[in-house]
């Protein structure tokens, strides 16, 4: 049943997710439903789209919030093992995207690098949280000194609101791929191991200012 809050939109016109419909849906169905017995879930629309250019390359999937009320899902149904991918990394980019919606309603996704890490961090805990098994790639992308350095780099940039998201999170500019999730999940780890009674759940309403205030640096 779907959930009377958050509302599927498969986008079917292309034919090729015909094959693979009721499984799509039915995946993504369960995916809503276990990410609401962590966080209060609210008025959202979910979108899903064949195309190929908007996925994570390398990867057959990728997704997007965009505001409070709508997540897109990008999928590539020509992906080796498209099945697999829906069923093993579609329920996490479902509770990864749903934690963005939430948390850009009650205190916005973020205008600033500090936010934005913190908010992709909260992010990479919650899916981690709900479904557990390996991490996605991009939270471990970076380790060691080159973790270590980017943190640095960043610290100067933390509360600028002009700097350029593609840089920081994918890669296009003279950082690496993906720092911006290896250094959010740094970040937001480090907190959560110093405040064990807390999870990504909790923290999804909660402003970055106040987790400054008891420890996050």
């Known amino acids: 049943m779907e959930n009377k809050y958050v509302h599927i939109h498969i986008l079917r016109s292309s034919g090729r997710f015909e094959p693979y419909f009721k499984i799509l849906e039915r995946t993504i169905q369960r ?8 966080i209060s879930l609210h008025p959202i629309d979910i979108v899903v789209y064949d195309d190929s250019r908007q996925v994570i390359p390398g990867f057959g999937h990728g997704g997007r919030t965009n505001n ?8 590539d149904p020509a992906f080796p ?3 697999h991918t829906i069923k093993k990394e579609i329920p996490k980019t479902i509770s990864h995207e749903l934690h963005h919606a939430v948390r850009w309603k009650a205190v916005g996704y973020g205008m600033t690098l500090l936010e934005r890490l913190v908010s992709e961090g909260l992010a990479i805990c919650f899916e981690q ?5 390996t991490l996605s790639p ?3 992308a970076l380790s060691g000194k080159s973790l270590a350095d980017i943190h640095e780099k960043a610290k100067s940039e933390y509360t600028s609101t002009t700097f350029h998201h593609g840089r920081w999170f994918y ?5 690496p791929r993906w720092a911006g999730y290896s250094l959010g999940y740094q970040l937001v780890g ?4 110093e405040h064990a009674d807390k999870n990504a759940a909790m923290l999804v309403s909660t402003p970055l200012q106040s987790m400054i205030a008891s420890g996050l640096r």
């Open 68 to 75: 409070p009320h709508t997540m897109c899902v990008f999928l």
């Open 138 to 140: 991009w939270a471990t």
């Open 129 to 133: 949280d709900v479904w557990g098994g």
């Open 171 to 175: 890669g296009t500019g003279d950082l």
């Open 31 to 38: 995916a809503v439903e276990k990410t609401a017995d962590y």
């Open 81 to 83: 093992d498209f099945e």
């Open 190 to 193: 480090e907190y959560l191991r």
